[in-house]
């Protein structure tokens, strides 16, 4: 029989304060800021005229990325002026995302409800603003809840299912999306750590050989969860340039 | 087998613990249950993607934009059925 | 009302204990859900600490990155993708430049070569007429020669036909007198001379 106790879900996501209203995942977010805001800080202080290298090639190549392959997919280039917006965004919870997998962190500052759920909402306003801004607020909710080219008596459907997928719906899937993921992922990093070392630690000697089973599917997923942490930041920093592309110009 | 239902019969006595189970139960499959609709999806999703990106590798870039979209938003059901299988475990 | 407390252990049901649901000892696998209700809020609630930190560190990250750090990047890659780009531009003059010097360097050529090829034949159409009056004027040379050799040759043949004739006219004109008695008439002797040195030639 192996002791394989799994702990209450609250022990493996909230944590402690260390000092009273700051804890580790406070301490995440902190550094995924600084740590931003260090390499562009870095970055910028390169001489700009000669081949970049080190911290400047880096930011170039994230900025470039960011351009490239999410701006420029989903927005064309009117939509090179949200670069800033979308790289802060990328690079903020591609930081919150990879302290999942650092040893000593451990923890994932998105697995937590509040930051994707700021961001999901700061995101609902954004592009909601956007839209109003650019098609005013009547033409903006006209072309967001009455798609043209639908036979009038569709609207009575349509109008519905428009509205609770643009502006409830959206938003909601933003957050959950990344949270969803990032929680899994850090729920099955404890499971199969904890399966191993309960084999490992086994009574019965037999189990332990059994241990790298678990131990090799931990390594595995660590991995795997490199992955994710990257491209559930691409996901949503595209999901971002989607809407408001969409609501800076509804005809595409 | 024996010991199971003498829990279940124990435990059906006690109206906090039935409702712990069922919890547990409904919470399994909540989550079995979300998995398999996006699972279908997102395999013809990227089967279809990857079809396309070997038909016309000039347009792969766009395929596989587009092919993350769709698996994000098709992942999104899943991702529901994992947080009502936190909500009805633990909440 | 009792509880049934079950340990089992390895398919064997080791230990069957019976608690009256009133005490607060639960087993392990129910304890996690009264322990989460006791000790804190519903895992996927956000919680406002959190949720303030993340918010603020996101709003200095995109604020100083929108006013400060992006725009000096982004102005120091598009001055050097314009160095570059001036660079090839400049890259792409001098070379135009330098095939279109070239060009004109293989047009004078053409143009040279043309001409030297006009002065090779001019010289060697002089040198042709030149030659030709030449050979022209040997070839008189030669003939007015020939024909002066000829002449003489003539004159001289002519000269030992008359001396040949005017000998044998001599001799046959002796022999006739020596064996007729009389000398011949000179007319006859030289018509008969004459016809056989005619028929001798011939």
Same mark, same amino acid.
């Given at each position: 029989?192996?002791?394989?106790?799994?702990?209450?879900?609250?022990?493996?996501?909230?944590?402690?304060?260390?000092?009273?209203?700051?804890?580790?995942?406070?301490?995440?977010?902190?550094?995924?800021?600084?740590?931003?805001?260090?390499?562009?800080?870095?970055?910028?202080?390169?001489?700009?005229?000669?081949?970049?290298?080190?911290?400047?090639?880096?930011?170039?190549?994230?900025?470039?990325?960011?351009?490239?392959?999410?701006?420029?997919?989903?927005?064309?280039?009117?939509?090179?002026?949200?670069?800033?917006?979308?790289?802060?965004?990328?690079?903020?919870?591609?930081?919150?995302?990879?302290?999942?997998?650092?040893?000593?962190?451990?923890?994932?500052?998105?697995?937590?409800?509040?930051?994707?759920?700021?961001?999901?909402?700061?995101?609902?306003?954004?592009?909601?603003?956007?839209?109003?801004?650019?098609?005013?607020?009547?033409?903006?909710?006209?072309?967001?809840?009455?798609?043209?080219?639908?036979?009038?008596?569709?609207?009575?459907?349509?109008?519905?299912?428009?509205?609770?997928?643009?502006?409830?719906?959206?938003?909601?899937?933003?957050?959950?999306?990344?949270?969803?993921?990032?929680?899994?992922?850090? $729920?099955? =990093?404890?499971? &199969?750590?904890? /399966?191993?070392?309960? @084999?490992?630690?086994?009574?019965?000697?037999? +189990?332990?050989? #059994?241990?790298?089973?678990?131990?090799?599917?931990? $390594?595995? =997923?660590?991995? &795997?969860?490199? /992955?994710?942490?990257? @491209?559930?930041?691409?996901?949503?920093?595209? +999901?971002?340039? #989607?809407?408001?592309?969409?609501?800076?110009?509804?005809?595409? | 087998?024996?010991?199971?239902?003498?829990?279940?019969?124990?435990?059906?006595?006690?109206?906090?613990?039935?409702?712990?189970?069922?919890?547990?139960?409904?919470?399994?499959?909540?989550?079995?249950?979300?998995?398999?609709?996006?699972?279908?999806?997102?395999?013809?999703?990227?089967?279809?993607?990857?079809?396309?990106?070997?038909?016309?590798?000039?347009?792969?870039?766009?395929?596989?934009?587009?092919?993350?979209?769709?698996?994000?938003?098709?992942?999104?059901?899943?991702?529901?059925?994992?947080?009502?299988?936190?909500?009805?475990?633990?909440? | 009302?009792?509880?049934?407390?079950?340990?089992?252990?390895?398919?064997?049901?080791?230990?069957?204990?019976?608690?009256?649901?009133?005490?607060?000892?639960?087993?392990?696998?129910?304890?996690?859900?009264?322990?989460?209700?006791?000790?804190?809020?519903?895992?996927?609630?956000?919680?406002?600490?959190?949720?303030?930190?993340?918010?603020?560190?996101?709003?200095?990250?995109?604020?100083?990155?929108?006013?400060?750090?992006?725009?000096?990047?982004?102005?120091?890659?598009?001055?050097?993708?314009?160095?570059?780009?001036?660079?090839?531009?400049?890259?792409?003059?001098?070379?135009?430049?330098?095939?279109?010097?070239?060009?004109?360097?293989?047009?004078?050529?053409?143009?040279?070569?043309?001409?030297?090829?006009?002065?090779?034949?001019?010289?060697?159409?002089?040198?042709?007429?030149?030659?030709?009056?030449?050979?022209?004027?040997?070839?008189?040379?030669?003939?007015?020669?020939?024909?002066?050799?000829?002449?003489?040759?003539?004159?001289?043949?002519?000269?030992?036909?008359?001396?040949?004739?005017?000998?044998?006219?001599?001799?046959?004109?002796?022999?006739?007198?020596?064996?007729?008695?009389?000398?011949?008439?000179?007319?006859?002797?030289?018509?008969?001379?004459?016809?056989?040195?005619?028929?001798?030639?011939?």
């Amino acid at each position: 029989m192996i002791a394989l106790e799994f702990p209450p879900i609250n022990e493996i996501l909230r944590w402690k304060d260390l000092v009273p209203g700051f804890n580790k995942i406070s301490i995440i977010a902190i550094l995924a800021a600084v740590i931003a805001i260090g390499l562009f800080l870095a970055a910028t202080r390169q001489d700009h005229n000669s081949a970049p290298k080190g911290s400047r090639n880096l930011a170039e190549a994230i900025v470039e990325f960011i351009e490239n392959g999410v701006v420029m997919q989903t927005m064309g280039r009117d939509g090179l002026g949200w670069t800033p917006f979308l790289l802060s965004l990328f690079l903020f919870i591609y930081l919150c995302n990879v302290p999942g997998i650092i040893p000593f962190f451990q923890m994932p500052a998105t697995a937590r409800m509040a930051i994707p759920m700021f961001l999901a909402l700061l995101v609902w306003v954004v592009y909601n603003g956007t839209g109003i801004k650019h098609q005013g607020f009547f033409g903006y909710f006209k072309s967001t809840l009455f798609p043209p080219g639908v036979p009038k008596a569709l609207y009575i459907l349509v109008t519905p299912i428009e509205f609770i997928s643009a502006i409830i719906v959206r938003p909601f899937s933003l957050a959950v999306r990344l949270f969803a993921n990032m929680l899994a992922g850090h $729920i099955l =990093l404890v499971t &199969f750590a904890l /399966l191993s070392e309960a @084999l490992f630690q086994a009574k019965d000697k037999v +189990l332990i050989p #059994v241990g790298i089973l678990p131990f090799f599917m931990l $390594i595995f =997923l660590t991995s &795997f969860e490199v /992955l994710v942490a990257f @491209l559930q930041a691409y996901i949503f920093t595209i +999901l971002t340039a #989607v809407y408001i592309g969409g609501a800076a110009h509804p005809e595409h | 087998m024996e010991a199971i239902a003498r829990i279940a019969a124990a435990a059906a006595a006690d109206p906090a613990e039935a409702k712990n189970t069922a919890a547990a139960a409904s919470a399994g499959y909540a989550y079995g249950l979300a998995a398999i609709g996006p699972g279908i999806g997102i395999g013809y999703l990227v089967g279809k993607a990857v079809e396309s990106m070997a038909r016309q590798p000039e347009a792969a870039g766009m395929v596989r934009t587009t092919m993350f979209l769709g698996i994000a938003f098709t992942e999104a059901l899943a991702l529901i059925g994992f947080v009502v299988f936190i909500l009805l475990k633990f909440a | 009302m009792l509880r049934a407390v079950v340990t089992q252990s390895g398919g064997h049901v080791t230990g069957v204990r019976l608690v009256s649901a009133d005490v607060s000892v639960v087993p392990a696998a129910e304890g996690e859900a009264t322990e989460v209700e006791g000790t804190g809020p519903n895992p996927i609630a956000p919680e406002t600490k959190e949720l303030a930190w993340g918010a603020g560190s996101f709003l200095v990250l995109l604020i100083v990155m929108r006013v400060f750090l992006f725009p000096r990047l982004k102005k120091g890659m598009d001055q050097r993708y314009a160095n570059i780009r001036a660079d090839i531009e400049g890259a792409d003059a001098v070379k135009a430049a330098a095939r279109n010097d070239v060009a004109e360097y293989e047009k004078a050529l053409a143009a040279v070569r043309v001409e030297a090829a006009a002065k090779i034949d001019a010289a060697r159409a002089k040198l042709d007429a030149e030659r030709a009056e030449k050979l022209r004027e040997v070839n008189a040379r030669i003939a007015a020669r020939r024909n002066d050799a000829e002449a003489e040759a003539q004159a001289a043949r002519a000269a030992a036909r008359s001396q040949i004739s005017a000998a044998v006219g001599t001799v046959a004109t002796k022999a006739t007198s020596i064996a007729v008695g009389k000398s011949p008439d000179a007319s006859v002797v030289q018509r008969a001379v004459d016809a056989v040195m005619e028929g001798a030639s011939r």
